[in-house]
């Protein structure tokens, strides 16, 4: 059974910290592209960064670029967000994505359930 489990989300004020995890289970964690999404209430949901399976090349937004930092541990089928300098902008639900594709190049993707995240004084 896939799961991807967020947790890490919770309320913080202008300028502080949080560290989101997503626990993955049931696939091969290694070979996938994890990316970290998010999404307030009547907006379409956002790529924030990605970290690709081999290398550990990193991309991000704008809007979040020298205060995110996406990572990964593959030995424990983690994937991490690292989340710093934090605006009330941020306040959103984030959310855990794998995808890969397969030898015919379809798109094989996982969710995750989402963790909230507001940035609130």
């Known amino acids: 059974q896939v799961q991807l489990v967020e947790s890490g989300g919770g309320l913080v004020q202008p300028g502080g910290s949080l560290r989101l995890s997503c626990a993955a289970s049931?696939?091969?964690?290694?070979?996938?592209?994890m990316s970290w999404f998010r999404q307030v209430p009547g907006k379409e949901r956002e790529l924030v960064a990605y970290?690709?399976?081999?290398?550990?090349?990193?991309n991000y937004a704008d809007s979040v670029k020298g205060r995110f930092t996406i990572s990964r541990d593959n030995a424990k089928n983690t994937a991490y967000l690292q989340m710093d300098s934090l605006k009330p902008e941020d306040t959103a639900v984030y959310y855990c994505?794998?995808?890969?594709?397969?030898?015919?190049?379809?798109?094989?993707?996982?969710w995750g359930q989402g963790t909230q995240v507001t940035v609130s004084s």
């Open positions: 970290i690709t399976s081999i290398g550990g090349t990193t």
């Open positions: 994505n794998a995808q890969r594709r397969d030898v015919r190049g379809m798109k094989i993707e996982y």
């Open positions: 049931g696939f091969t964690f290694s070979i996938f592209v």
